[in-house]
C-alpha cells in the first residue's frame, strides 16, 4: 500500500503514547487508565432495560435532539451551541482538519494529552512546544501564559490546545489565564476540560462562559472521566452558533449510536451521582497523596485537582519496577515535555487498590 502524503509524513512521527497495544494484561492490577474509580448510575442500567427492538433496528437520532437540549440546560448554553460526538477524542482529531491548513502550526503547553500533537502531525502540521518546569511541578504560571502568547503570535501559530485540568500533571489553569490568551492571539483556542467535573461538578467554573460571542473557542467535554462511561464513547463540543455550525457539518450524522444517546441523557440527568463521584474520589486521592508522599525517594507532583497523580522515584525507574511486579501504571518516560525523566502516572482507584499500589511502591523504594 501507498498511503497518501499527509499519512506518510505522519508515519515518520514519534509521538509517544501511553496506551498499550497487543499485549495481555489480564493478570497485572491497573491503574494506568483514567477513569473514574466509582460505578457510573445505577440508572443507566435500568435504561438499558427498557430498550425496545426499534433502538436496535432504526437508526439513531442524527440531530441528538433530546440529549443536546439536557447539556444546553447544563451549561446555560442554547442546544445551537453543541456539537456531539464519538468519545471527545472524535473532536481532537476533527479540530485540526477544520482549522488548520497543511504546513500551519498549532500550539501546546507540555506535558499535556498526546492525542493534541498526534491530531496536527496528521494534519502535516507542526506543534510548538511551551514547557512547564519540573522545580515548579509544572504548574502553568502567569509566566508560562506569557511565553505561550509571545510564541504563538511569532510562529503565526493557528491552532492552541489548552487542557484544563491539564493531564497528565492535574494542574489547573485560570479562567483568567485562557481570557489573555483569546484577547492578545487570533487562534482557534481549544479549552478541553475532560476532567473538569473532578474540580467542579456544577459545570459552572468552566471556559463555556467565555465564548460570549468568540468564534475562535471551543470547550471540549466527555463522559468518559468523572461519569465512568468510557466505554459508551461520548463527548461534546460547546461554542459560539457560527463554530458549531461548521463542526456539525463535518460530523458524520450517525456518530452517537441509540444506546449511547439514551444512557448519555440518562447519566447527564443524575447529578446528584456525579457529586457523590467526585466526594469519594477526592477523599481516597487525599489519603492516597498523603501516603505516596511518605515513601521515601517518591517525587509525587503537587496538587493534582483530578484523579490522577504524576510521580517518579529520585533514581529508580518505576514503570519498569512495577511492571516486574505485574503492576501497570502509565508510561511517561518519553511524553513531550517529560523526556527521560522516569515519570510514570496512576489512578485513583478503590481504597483496598489504592492500598495495594502504596504497599508495592513502599516495597519497591526501600
Ligand atoms: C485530556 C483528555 N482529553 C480527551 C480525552 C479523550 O477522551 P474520550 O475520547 O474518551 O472522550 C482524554 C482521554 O484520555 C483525555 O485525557
Redesign the pocket.
Known amino acids: 500500500m501507498n498511503p497518501n502524503r499527509l499519512i506518510q509524513s505522519y508515519l515518520k512521527e514519534k509521538i509517544s503514547s501511553y496506551l498499550y497495544k497487543g499485549e495481555n494484561f489480564r493478570e497485572f492490577k491497573r491503574f494506568d487508565m ?1 477513569e473514574s474509580a466509582f460505578p457510573f448510575t445505577p440508572r443507566a442500567f435500568e435504561e438499558l432495560k427498557k430498550l425496545s427492538e426499534e433502538d436496535f433496528h432504526d437508526y439513531p437520532d442524527p440531530c441528538l435532539f433530546e440529549i443536546k437540549k439536557r447539556i444546553a440546560e447544563l451549561f446555560n448554553v442554547k442546544p445551537a451551541m453543541i456539537t456531539t460526538a464519538c ?4 473532536l ?1 482529531e476533527q479540530i485540526p482538519r477544520i482549522v488548520m491548513n497543511e504546513g500551519d502550526k498549532a500550539l501546546a503547553i507540555v506535558p499535556t ?1 498526546f ?1 493534541f500533537l498526534d491530531s496536527v502531525s496528521r494534519m502535516n502540521c507542526e506543534t510548538v512546544l511551551i514547557k512547564t518546569k519540573e522545580e515548579e511541578d509544572f504548574a502553568i504560571t502567569d509566566e508560562i501564559i506569557n511565553l505561550a502568547i509571545k510564541e504563538a503570535n511569532r510562529n503565526k501559530v493557528k491552532l492552541i490546545w489548552i ?1 484544563n485540568p491539564n ?1 497528565p500533571t492535574g494542574t489547573i489553569i485560570s479562567s483568567q489565564q485562557i481570557k489573555s490568551i483569546l484577547d492578545a492571539t487570533d487562534c482557534f483556542v481549544v479549552v ?1 476540560e ?2 473538569h467535573e473532578f474540580v467542579d461538578p456544577t459545570h459552572k467554573s468552566s471556559a463555556v462562559n467565555l465564548i460570549n460571542g468568540r468564534k475562535n473557542l471551543i470547550v ?1 467535554r ?4 468523572a461519569y465512568g462511561l ?1 466505554g459508551i ?1 461520548f ?1 461534546f463540543g460547546i461554542g459560539d452558533e457560527d463554530t458549531i455550525n461548521t463542526f456539525e457539518r463535518f460530523r458524520l450524522p450517525y456518530n452517537s449510536s441509540t444506546i449511547s444517546q439514551k444512557i448519555a441523557l440518562t447519566v447527564l440527568k443524575d447529578q446528584e451521582h456525579l457529586r457523590k463521584t467526585i466526594n469519594q474520589t477526592n477523599k481516597l486521592k487525599s489519603e492516597l497523596i498523603d501516603d505516596l508522599s511518605g515513601i521515601s525517594g517518591l517525587h509525587v507532583v503537587g496538587q493534582t485537582v483530578t484523579n490522577t497523580i504524576l510521580l517518579k522515584h529520585v533514581s529508580k525507574d518505576l514503570f519498569e519496577e512495577l511492571y516486574k511486579k505485574k503492576v501497570l501504571v502509565a508510561d511517561f518516560r518519553k511524553a513531550n515535555g517529560l523526556e527521560d525523566k522516569k515519570y510514570v502516572r496512576v489512578v485513583v482507584r478503590n481504597k483496598p487498590m489504592n492500598d495495594f499500589l502504596v504497599k508495592v511502591l513502599r516495597e519497591i523504594c526501600l
Do not use: I
Request: aromatic content about 4%; hydrophobic content about 35%.
Open positions: 483514567g468519545g471527545s477524542d472524535e481532537v494529552f492525542r487542557c493531564n478541553d475532560a476532567l471540549l466527555t463522559l468518559s472521566k468510557a464513547r463527548g
